[in-house]
């Protein structure tokens, strides 16, 4: 089945800091790439979509600015959190499209927890 | 944005028990999943439902898409110790692909 990895699973910084998350798909090109938060003991919400080669579409209430998607190829998207506080602490979980058609061939990462001390 | 209502929040069950749980709208939908989450991981799918009506089974789940498109349920038969997870109902509306959560319901089973 298709595999999907993200980098690191697990980072610590300091409020102030950027921190780069990469999502990777080992086995299928991925046409679409989608961006979720999950805070503790809370539901999935979209964060943002993007398409390779393209920008990406933020959902409302998520800036731009702070959260910088690269959709770099079809195998590979990664989200910037810069300048990070300790309220951007969450997991961060990527899901993508092999673009074979259907809800049911798009797959989640394994999710990458972030701390912001 | 659109919100599904999912429940129960939580249960704890006994081993060989089943489980039954639900997600509503007030507004149709496309599709509805099934997805659980286990710990520190992401949600892995377990049921794709596409057609009002239709039943789907996995194993020991069964899911159902509601006639009126508005709501579906998982059941879980004879639950085991590694069906603990949360699970996540998650649907999507018209020509979108953006998949809407609801807030899961945690299931906890005592062997």
């Known amino acids: 089945g298709a595999v999907v990895s993200q980098h690191p699973s697990r980072v610590i910084c300091k409020s102030g800091t950027s921190v780069k998350i990469e999502c990777r798909s080992l086995?299928?090109?991925?046409?679409?790439m989608f961006w979720y938060r999950q805070f503790p003991k809370q539901s999935l919400m979209l964060m943002a979509t993007?398409?390779?080669?393209?920008?990406?579409?933020?959902e409302q209430g998520v800036e731009k600015d702070k959260f910088l998607i690269n959709h770099a190829s079809l195998t590979l998207s990664t989200l910037t959190v810069t300048s990070a506080h300790p309220e951007d602490s969450s997991f961060y979980i990527c899901?993508?499209?092999?673009?074979?058609?259907?809800?049911?061939?798009?797959?989640f990462g394994p999710g990458t927890r972030l701390t912001v001390l | 944005g659109q919100q599904l209502n999912q429940s129960p929040q939580s249960m704890f069950i006994q081993e060989g028990e089943d489980v039954s749980m639900n997600c509503t709208s007030s507004?149709?939908?496309?599709?509805w999943l099934w997805y659980k989450q286990e710990p520190g991981e992401g949600p892995v799918l377990l049921i794709a439902?596409?057609?009002?009506?239709e039943l789907t089974s996995n194993g020991r789940l069964t899911a159902q898409f509601g006639i009126t498109r508005k709501d579906s349920f998982l059941n879980i038969s004879a639950s085991i110790p590694s069906d603990v997870g949360i699970y996540f109902c998650a649907g999507t509306q018209g020509g979108s692909e953006k998949l809407v959560f609801g807030k899961g319901t945690k299931l906890t089973v005592n062997p």
């Open positions: 899901r993508l499209d092999a673009g074979r058609g259907g809800t049911d061939t798009q797959y």
């Open positions: 086995d299928f090109q991925a046409t679409t």
């Open positions: 439902l596409y057609k009002a009506g």
């Open positions: 993007s398409n390779e080669g393209s920008k990406a579409t933020y």
């Open positions: 507004s149709i939908f496309n599709t």
